[in-house]
């Protein structure tokens, strides 16, 4: 196959458009759901995109994939390295899980029913076919013959009811009831507990299901869940089995999870490795590899195992480019991710009750002209050029630009402008009171900034404290909380309990394939950490999803709406888009990471002999 290639570019400029008459592609668990991940994660093969940037002046070319065209190993190994300086969760659900890692690791046993073009729409070439109502509110799905679960049993249409039913239980312990979950017909009415069904999904037969929305929209073809769960291995919640915590704590996805995809899970060691074995029974055919193992390699560690042939590929930490286009046996491939790096401000706390974000309008960060001034004061384009090559570039919206259709690219956000950001906090009344280069708030007192960073890889505390001294140099004095970074697993765990000592975080998005921003900045949603809630959010991501946005022009409207919104009231301020690199042994065949193409999936990944 010819070896296809793409210019990369540091720049906003995208020719594809992913969408198609206002359709997007899937949102799931192996292929871009909303996660959060590292500021500097690439993840190899959970997150899809497909872009064609033509910037002229791009000097950096890289391939899609792999050039070695020989045949696979028949009962080969492949080796995955996982690059992280934390383990991985290993909650390994879909239902459940919530960082990118967990995500790695299921990509390899755990599949959706549908399957997604390389624009992102939901086709009839996965496990399953679907059908779409002429009304748009109802879709249903048929699974194929020879789709069973590791364990031999046929994956059934009540499986994927369980899947809602964990969803949207009043129990539910994870952070993935949004939207689509909730537009479900009966869906509210199940979440709330007043009843023990939820109306809008029947399951029709083994193999058939339907599933009724309250609204037609546009993220029927992007958002949909349909990732099934095993309800007979992991025990049946629904009819008082166990309860919520004890499944997610439980073996049975821990340490032994079932899937249908094509490899099954032999062995774990929890945080570190997971050893895989083809799944003879794939309903795609026979996997290229008889193992996969998959470990955990750090992030100084990953280039010199893949020099060494210890692993076969691994996402690289752009602090690590330079290093790694010499290494005579790695192959570089790279794309535009679906993820952006951003400032967070904690406005107020989630409320385990209602089960939505509560803004407080006591917090540190409550004044909007403080935050616009702390993104005029971040030289955000050094960051990319200086220490990540060029791989790094100013962020201006919270629509990223893969998103060709609805990303405002007249939109400048707030460009570096010290002066800017000195006269929006004078207009704050933050003013040096006593001479010592340092604002007080607008009452005169102290005002210090905790700030809540990562630790991970080379370019982690560079980053940080080259933003705290960019917020020096307007008078903001902001410090690492508790002195340090924090782990991955730790950072995230102070977001998720609303931790009243972080004042302002530096986090990353997963974004998903839907460009609906809902799920991490609407009032009921669990990854709004940032905890921002207002009447025009909750209008314009509402009108953003409506029947209404099948129409592209409207949805584009309402989401550039949406983005002038975001920077205006700056619940976040987006940093840098991101280029994810991914390095390769050049034994490596039948490897891809463009979507929609035939080795894009994990079955036909292998090595030559």
Known sequence: MMKKQFMLLVGLMLVLSVFLAACTGKDNADEGTKDPVKEDD????????????????????????????????????????????????????????????????MQFFVEDLLATDGDYLITNDGAATYEISDDNKTITLKIKDNVNWHDGEPVKASDLLYTYELLGHPDYVG????????????????????????????????????????????????GIVTYPTPRHHVGDVIAGELTMEEIVASDKIRVNPIGFGPYKVAKIVPGESVLFERSEDYWRGKPANKTVVLKVVSSATALEALKKGEIDFASVPVDQYEIAKKVENVELLAKVDLAYTYIGFNLGQWDTDKK?????????????????????????????????????????????????????????????????????????????????????????????LDFASMSGGETAEPIAQFYIQNWADVGIKVQLLDGRLHEFNAFYDMLKASDPKVDIFQGAWGTGSDPDPSGLYGRTA????????????????????????????????????????????????????????????????????EAGTPNYNPWMWGVSE
């Open 42 to 105: 690439s993840k190899p093969a959970a997150e899809k995109e497909k872009e064609e940037p033509v910037d002229p002046e791009a000097a950096l070319v890289f391939p899609l994939e792999v050039t070695n065209t020989a045949t696979a190993k028949e009962d080969g190994e492949l080796t995955f390295g996982l690059v992280s300086d934390s383990p991985f969760e290993g909650t390994l659900s879909p239902v459940f899980y919530s960082g990118a890692y967990d995500a790695d690791v």
């Open 175 to 222: 952070e993935r009831y949004d939207f689509m979950i909730e537009n479900v017909v009966g869906m509210p009415a199940y979440n709330k507990g007043e009843t023990d069904k939820i109306s809008g999904i029947n399951v029709i037969s083994d193999k058939e299901i339907s599933i009724t929305y309250t609204e037609a929209t546009p993220s029927l073809l992007s």
């Open 356 to 448: 939505e974000n509560v803004t407080d309008p006591s917090k540190k960060m409550s004044n909007k002209l403080v935050r616009q001034a702390m993104w005029h004061a971040m030289d955000n384009d050094t960051i990319g050029k200086e220490l990540y090559h060029g791989l790094r570039f100013p962020a201006t919206t919270l629509v990223i630009p893969v998103f060709a259709s609805f990303h405002d690219a007249s939109n400048p956000g707030r460009a570096y402008d010290p002066e800017k950001a000195k006269a929006l906090l004078d207009e704050a009344g933050y003013l040096d009171v006593d001479g010592d280069g340092i604002r007080e708030n607008d009452k005169g007192e102290e005002f210090i």
């Open 526 to 593: 669990a990854f709004n950490y940032n905890h921002y809630t207002s009447e025009k959010n909750d209008e314009l991501l509402e009108a953003g999803t409506s029947e209404k946005a099948f129409d592209l022009d409207y949805r584009k409207d309402i989401y550039n709406q949406w983005q002038e919104l975001m920077v205006e009231d700056v619940p976040v301020a987006p940093t840098v888009y991101r280029y994810a690199l991914t390095a390769t042994n050049k034994r490596m065949v039948n490897y891809s990471i």
